[in-house]
């Protein structure tokens, strides 16, 4: 059974500034890691996903992730945030031998202010 | 690529009548499709994983009687809430992993807002 933690309930930013949401997870075996981001009333959004080779993956919106198999974090960070970043942020894992169903964090509140 | 639509997105019912959402993945096949529900500020909740052609397998305390799920093609999967309660209002997300480029991702629907009263 796999688990994903996301420590921060919610991280209050100023627009322009770096962001780092964090990640943890447990498992038995290899797995697959996503971000989501959730916009207001909204479904999930794919913002990246690590599957294999490099661990420093890149996604939409100027978002990326690393990938540390030693420390079993997947942390998202953005190098400058806007106004329009606020969401909520889920991180989730899959094992990565026959696709199974996700495993999904609590989620993060991104909450940025002028 | 890789496009899920719900519909619809918002409904409104009394209690006792009965709900269908649709689900539908625009740009690719859909070999397994989920239904999660999720309460107001909390994350997903997993309902049932559904494949195409065969009878969806709920998780523990997910009651099936009440939440029909049907994916008879490999582009639509539909949830039917019936006999709905108040206690049933909650956002309902769908999401669809199929061939190709789709295979390893799940990727999620808009979601429908369900209110009983």
């Known amino acids: 059974a796999q688990s994903v933690t996301q420590l921060d309930s919610q991280v209050p930013v100023f627009e322009e500034a770096p962001v780092e949401l964090r990640c943890n997870y447990s498992s038995s075996v290899s797995v697959y890691l996503f971000w989501y981001v959730q916009y207001p009333n909204q479904g999930l959004q794919l913002l990246l996903k690590y599957l294999s080779g490099s661990t420093l993956v890149k996604g939409i919106n100027g978002f990326e992730a690393e990938f540390n198999k030693s420390q079993t974090s997947f942390h998202l960070r953005k190098p400058s945030v806007h106004i329009s970043d606020t969401a909520e942020y889920f991180c989730a894992v899959t094992p990565n031998s026959g696709y199974s169903t996700l495993t999904f964090g609590k989620g993060t509140m991104l909450l940025v202010s002028p | 690529g890789a496009v899920v639509s719900q519909h619809p997105s918002r409904v409104i019912c009394k209690s006792g009548t009965s709900v269908k959402i649709e689900c539908r993945s625009l740009d690719f096949q859909a070999t397994t499709m989920f239904w999660y529900r999720q309460f107001p500020k909390k994350s997903l909740m997993l309902m049932a994983t559904?494949?195409?052609?065969?009878?969806?397998?709920?998780e523990q305390g997910v009651e099936k009687d009440k939440f029909l799920i049907n994916h008879a093609s490999l582009t639509l999967s539909t949830l039917t809430v019936t006999s709905a309660h108040p206690e049933d209002s909650s956002f309902y997300i769908c999401?669809?992993?199929?061939?190709?480029?789709?295979?390893?991702?799940?990727?999620f629907g808009p979601g429908t807002r369900l209110t009983v009263l």
């Open positions: 999401s669809a992993t199929g061939s190709g480029g789709a295979a390893d991702t799940q990727y």
């Open positions: 559904s494949n195409e052609g065969s009878k969806a397998t709920y």
